[in-house]
């Protein structure tokens, strides 16, 4: 530690619900909490809190916390097997990812380059699809209607915040499914089911504890727990991975990554737009299907004209028959005709719009984005070597043009439709208004030639198809005739609703005396050709979607299951056993892995015992590809001076012969935090600063491939009498259970043993601020601190200041929002911004 550091205690609070993990952003001066009822919490430094999010389902907790290495993302992964990715602004989930198992283990590394580089996207050109694509408009909220709606989203281009991402970063997750899952960026399966290997010493792989993968993307090292049939022991192992893969096509990964991340964006818009488009039809027409059936039927039983003769009728001489003119004032009327106009009209009209100017565009901007892959994959040297197989992504190229031109038929048949609706209810408004003896108005009793050849044309598709032939008419009934769809019998007025179930068209469009699909059908060269998208002429919109989401998932994750095969174990060594005991708590042995670039290792850390733990092994493996090397040590914690003032103002050392270790975590390449109790019966918490430097290299010995550590004769080294003064810090009046270090923001949270309290503090305060440290370690909260904290321990009737008041939230998709008489948290809500670092570190709320 440099000299002059010291700690310092800014603030100590209460927690309402118990908390069990805790995790800082790498970027900005936030701290995620999870807690016992599965909630995500996201709090300041000052303890204001930001949100909070409620779990996907009940009875489900989580497991693991991850921050994108931009401090802008953060992952919370769950015992359903779920992974969110929230985005800090707004706790939206981005993405949420789907494991065969519950979460085990979370990390997000970014790659380093090397020293003295910058980050540069030769020999490619970054993505410029922005330049030719027109821009995805806004989905709105209402529904159905014409007017403007609320936006959803006004960033729908870049749902899942990946436009600012330049250096690849990886997600790696380990999940009860017993394998390891690789994310690039948090989006893109690039290593799905990496099995950590054959069983070792004939025990069954149970859980992994750690997974973490180097820098240089060279080495991925896994500590995994092992069970031996019905015994009661644990085994615990470390398997190392060669990635050279990764590391030698990172720059065609990034590339591919980033595209596969906006072809997921762009289907989650597809798949909302259809859904609105769900939203925004009505069968109402049904209700006149109906109607128009049983005034058939009827007449079917009096042998007299059919229904399209009487219409025709109508339409040419102007006189209804007397059936039909009773069915138009009766069933019809005037007012049910001008109602179900409007709601056509409506209906109709946003749907089109639907098309129009969001299902069209996203459609072809996802063919774009197909085109450019199915062009990447065809440089087998540089992208088919990762997995791109062009014959699969042609056959999504293929799915999605056929998609393309069933978004320009139902165009079409909206067009046509509402063309001949208008003609035929405009029509028979008159009709009606004259049987009914009143005056039609002056500019809708005019009918011009070509409204009679829409009206004839209505009459021709909708109601030719209605006949007996086929049936008895003593059996037959309106519900069968209505669910008889092989035969067509019954009248289908609405054709566009078909196109958004999930079943083959019922009245598909005639296409036969097209000139370009006669054309096609007479030349036997286009048969088979990539160019010309083939027509599916009887499936609807949404069978071609499922279609099209399955195609581009088969193509899309072949990549994922060729890196993950290609990870090559290079080693697998024994850690130790551990036996099980009745009435263990839920303090396990301790794991913690990160990378050093300076030393080009990759760091293990770990305790063989439950805690609090009387040694941790520091295990160092060289992240240069292939190699095996490891080397090992024991770190002790024996006597460590602490410097107390009597009551008569001399300074006094207090000294514990033996200390145990509670927690380890990553603070910086250089540094391990660690979190002491003393042994006696005070237990005392020690928070510890340990340089790595320290330790010489001289007491690391080499461990061999294979084999185990823990029989292994390591050298052990008690770090209590190397440690300087102003590199640890003794925590009165407190019992620790665990804590969460933060070296780019340098702060800490520790958490009380009750898990409902914890303690703040700054890791780089001046030493003349020491005699506030002293005051603030007494136990007593300030002024200040009484006017944040209104609860005590257990007491949830209150909440923090600047605190969401659960009593008064609005609770909408799991997020908790504050009321408008909440001005502290409503303020926090809406100016919200962390692009910037935090102003207000040490502040008390």
């Known amino acids: 530690m440099p000299e002059g550091t010291a700690f310092k205690q800014v603030d100590e609070k209460h927690v309402s619900v118990e908390v069990e993990l805790m995790l800082w952003s790498p970027k900005f001066d936030l701290v995620a909490l999870s807690n016992v009822q599965g909630e995500v919490v996201l709090h300041r430094l000052s303890w204001q809190k930001v949100w909070l999010v409620a779990p996907p389902a009940e009875e489900v907790k989580v497991t693991a916390l991850a921050w994108r290495p931009d401090g802008k993302v953060l992952a919370a992964g769950y015992t359903c097997g779920k992974i969110n990715l929230y985005d800090i602004e707004n706790s939206e989930v981005l993405t949420t990812l789907e494991l065969p198992g519950e979460v085990t283990c979370m990390s997000w590394i970014t790659q380093s380059l090397p020293e003295g580089s910058t980050w540069s996207p030769d020999p490619y050109d970054d993505d410029n699809a922005a330049v030719y694509l027109p821009k995805l408009q806004p989905l709105n909220?209402?529904?159905?209607?014409?007017?403007?709606?609320?936006?959803?989203?006004?960033?729908?281009?870049?749902?899942?915040?990946?436009?600012?991402?330049?250096?690849?970063?990886?997600?790696?997750a380990g999940c009860g499914g017993k394998e390891?899952?690789?994310?690039?960026?948090?989006?893109?399966?690039?290593?799905?089911?990496?099995?950590?290997?054959?069983?070792?010493?004939?025990?069954?792989?149970?859980?992994?504890?750690?997974?973490?993968?180097?820098?240089?993307?060279?080495?991925?090292?896994?500590?995994?727990e092992l069970a031996k049939g019905d015994t009661q022991e644990q085994e615990f192992s470390i398997m190392t991975f060669d990635t050279r893969l990764l590391s030698s096509r990172y720059r065609e990964l990034r590339i591919l990554a980033l595209k596969c991340g906006q072809i997921a964006t762009l289907m989650g818009y597809l798949q909302q737009t259809i859904q609105q488009m769900s939203e925004a039809w009505e069968d109402i027409l049904m209700e006149m299907d109906s109607k128009l059936l049983k005034f058939a039927g009827e007449k079917r039983k009096t042998?007299?004209?059919?229904?399209?003769?009487?219409?025709?009728?109508?339409?040419?001489?102007?006189?209804?028959?007397?059936?039909?003119?009773?069915?138009?004032?009766?069933?019809?009327?005037?007012?049910?005709?001008?109602?179900?106009?409007?709601?056509?009209?409506?209906?109709?009209?946003?749907?089109?719009?639907?098309?129009?100017?969001?299902?069209?565009v996203v459609s072809q901007a996802i063919l774009y984005h197909l085109s450019d892959l199915r062009g990447m994959s065809t440089w087998y040297e540089k992208f088919g070597v990762l997995g791109m197989h062009t014959e699969k992504i042609q056959e999504a190229v293929t799915a999605v043009g056929s998609f393309v031109l069933k978004t320009s038929e139902i165009q079409q048949v909206i067009d046509n439709s509402i063309k001949n609706f208008k003609a035929f209810f405009r029509w028979l408004y008159v009709v009606i208004l004259r049987l009914s003896n009143e005056k039609p108005p002056a500019e809708l009793s005019k009918m011009t030639q070509h409204d009679i050849n829409f009206v004839a044309e209505f009459l021709r598709d909708n109601f030719a198809h209605f006949t007996l032939d086929n049936h008895d008419e003593d059996d037959i009934s309106i519900s069968d005739l209505m669910d008889d769809h092989s035969s067509k019998s019954g009248f289908k007025l609405e054709k566009v609703g078909q196109y958004l179930k999930r079943e083959d068209l019922h009245y598909p469009p005639t296409v036969t005396s097209n000139p370009w699909v006669q054309f096609q059908k007479g030349c036997f060269h286009l048969k088979d050709t990539d160019i010309l998208y083939p027509v599916q002429n009887t499936k609807s919109l949404v069978q071609l979607l499922d279609i099209l989401l399955e195609a581009i998932h088969s193509a899309l994750s072949r990549p994922s299951m060729v890196i993950g095969s290609s990870f090559e174990c290079l080693s697998s060594r024994h850690l130790f056993t551990l036996t099980k005991q009745d009435g263990d708590s839920d303090l396990k042995p301790k794991v913690c892995q990160f990378?050093?670039?300076?030393?080009?290792?990759?760091?293990?850390?770990?305790?063989?015992?439950?805690?609090?733990?009387?040694?941790?092994?520091?295990?160092?493996?060289?992240?240069?590809?292939?190699?095996?090397?490891?080397e090992a040590v024991a770190v002790k914690f024996g006597e460590i001076a602490h410097r107390s003032v009597d009551t008569s103002g001399q300074e006094d050392l207090e000294r514990c012969s033996k200390h145990r270790?509670?927690?380890?975590?990553?603070?910086?390449?250089?540094?391990?935090?660690?979190?002491?109790?003393?042994?006696?019966?005070?237990?005392?918490?020690?928070?510890?600063?340990?340089?790595?430097?320290?330790?010489?290299?001289?007491?690391?010995?080499?461990?061999?491939?294979?084999?185990?550590?823990?029989?292994?004769?390591?050298?052990?080294?008690?770090?209590?009498?190397?440690?300087?003064?102003?590199?640890?810090?003794?925590?009165?009046?407190?019992?620790?259970?665990?804590?969460?270090?933060?070296?780019?923001?340098?702060?800490?949270?520790?958490?009380?043993?009750?898990?409902?309290?914890?303690?703040?503090?700054?890791?780089?305060?001046?030493?003349?601020?020491?005699?506030?440290?002293?005051?603030?370690?007494?136990?007593?909260?300030?002024?200040?601190?009484?006017?944040?904290?209104?609860?005590?321990?257990?007491?949830?009737?209150?909440?923090?200041?600047?605190?969401?008041?659960?009593?008064?939230?609005?609770?909408?998709?799991?997020?908790?929002?504050?009321?408008?008489?909440?001005?502290?948290?409503?303020?926090?809500?809406?100016?919200?911004?962390?692009?910037?670092?935090?102003?207000?570190?040490?502040?008390?709320?």
């Open 141 to 172: 909220k209402s529904y159905g209607t014409l007017t403007k709606g609320t936006s959803v989203e006004e960033n729908v281009e870049d749902k899942k915040k990946l436009n600012d991402q330049k250096e690849l970063n990886l997600l790696l």
């Open 180 to 224: 390891l899952h690789m994310f690039a960026y948090g989006v893109y399966p690039i290593g799905d089911g990496v099995i950590t290997g054959s069983p070792i010493h004939n025990a069954q792989l149970k859980q992994i504890h750690s997974a973490e993968i180097s820098q240089n993307l060279h080495t991925v090292s896994m500590v995994i």
């Open 303 to 360: 042998g007299t004209s059919t229904v399209s003769n009487d219409f025709l009728e109508l339409l040419m001489f102007g006189t209804p028959s007397p059936e039909l003119q009773a069915f138009l004032l009766h069933e019809l009327t005037e007012k049910g005709l001008k109602n179900l106009g409007h709601s056509i009209e409506t209906s109709y009209s946003n749907i089109q719009k639907l098309v129009v100017q969001h299902l069209q």
């Open 595 to 630: 990378t050093s670039n300076e030393g080009q290792c990759l760091y293990t850390v770990y305790t063989m015992e439950r805690l609090p733990s009387e040694t941790l092994i520091i295990l160092r493996h060289s992240t240069q590809g292939g190699s095996v090397h490891c």
């Open 661 to 845: 270790l509670q927690d380890v975590g990553y603070y910086d390449e250089r540094t391990l935090s660690l979190l002491l109790v003393e042994e006696n019966e005070d237990e005392s918490p020690v928070l510890v600063q340990l340089a790595l430097a320290v330790i010489p290299d001289s007491m690391y010995t080499t461990v061999p491939p294979d084999g185990s550590i823990q029989g292994f004769s390591l050298n052990a080294i008690d770090i209590g009498e190397k440690l300087e003064s102003q590199s640890y810090k003794r925590l009165e009046n407190m019992k620790a259970h665990s804590f969460s270090v933060s070296g780019t923001r340098k702060t800490a949270i520790v958490l009380f043993s009750s898990k409902r309290r914890v303690r703040i503090f700054l890791m780089d305060a001046e030493e003349e601020e020491d005699d506030e440290d002293e005051a603030d370690e007494t136990g007593d909260l300030t002024e200040a601190d009484i006017s944040g904290v209104q609860v005590g321990e257990g007491d949830t009737s209150g909440a923090p200041d600047g605190d969401f008041d659960m009593s008064r939230a609005h609770e909408g998709n799991g997020l908790m929002q504050v009321e408008e008489g909440d001005s502290e948290g409503q303020e926090d809500k809406e100016n919200l911004n962390f692009l910037s670092p935090s102003t207000d570190r040490g502040q008390s709320s």
